[in-house]
């Protein structure tokens, strides 16, 4: 352990247990207490200080307590590049979200079993003069996703992007046909229309 926290261990593979709400808030005060401590940091887990519990917390503009979270959905993949207190000095370019929609047993307690939220930067933040805006509402909604991934036993290490040589043995018409994959995904369309799928992830085969 660094400072409490767990580092470089395979225990952060494992998934974490469910928990009650009252138990889930008592844990999120601890790790808030620990937050706070340390300013370098922007968002713990429950399994970063040795708790079996699917319970984080963020700080980035508000306090935000995440107990037993469920993705609903995520959109506008961006790459970003983050670092982890279990893995200091290992900053990883990964894939994330600019938007997250979840909901969790504390929402669902609150709110009804079919209320969730979502963060991320609003459209008025776009704008180059709300910059700093937009950056601190894009961190949280990253570290939201960062830390439910914690509470599935996800690292950064698992989300780093792998990047993909360029080929350049000749060149591609714009209107040539080529075949792109992604995973178990095939698709067979112009090299112009690949173009921005390639910028995603995508190779040619």
Not at 146 to 164: A, F, K, M, N, S
């Amino acid at each position: 352990m660094v400072n409490n926290y767990v580092t470089f261990d395979d225990s952060l593979k494992n998934p974490c247990k469910k928990v009650s709400v009252d138990a889930g808030k008592k844990i999120a005060v601890d790790l808030f207490n620990k937050l706070v401590k340390d300013k370098n940091a922007i968002g713990l887990a429950a399994n970063q200080i040795g708790i079996n519990a699917s319970v984080a917390v963020v700080n980035v503009i508000k306090p935000i307590i995440l107990i037993n979270p469920r993705i609903i959905k995520m959109w506008d993949e961006i790459p970003y590049v983050e670092g982890c207190l279990s893995f200091p000095g290992n900053p990883r370019s990964t894939k994330r979200y600019k938007y997250i929609q979840y909901t969790d047993s504390l929402i669902e307690e609150s709110r009804g079993e079919d209320a969730s939220v979502i963060y991320g930067p609003t459209a008025d933040e776009i704008k180059s003069e709300k910059k700093d805006t937009y950056d601190r509402q894009l961190l949280e909604s990253v570290c939201v996703q960062h830390e439910i991934d914690h509470l599935y036993g996800i690292r950064i290490l698992d989300r780093e992007q792998q990047l993909q040589p360029v080929r350049t043995e000749r060149k591609i018409k714009r209107n040539e046909i080529i075949k792109i994959q992604k995973g178990d995904d095939v698709k067979v369309l112009k090299y112009k229309k690949a173009q921005s799928l390639l910028k995603e992830g995508w190779i040619m085969i």
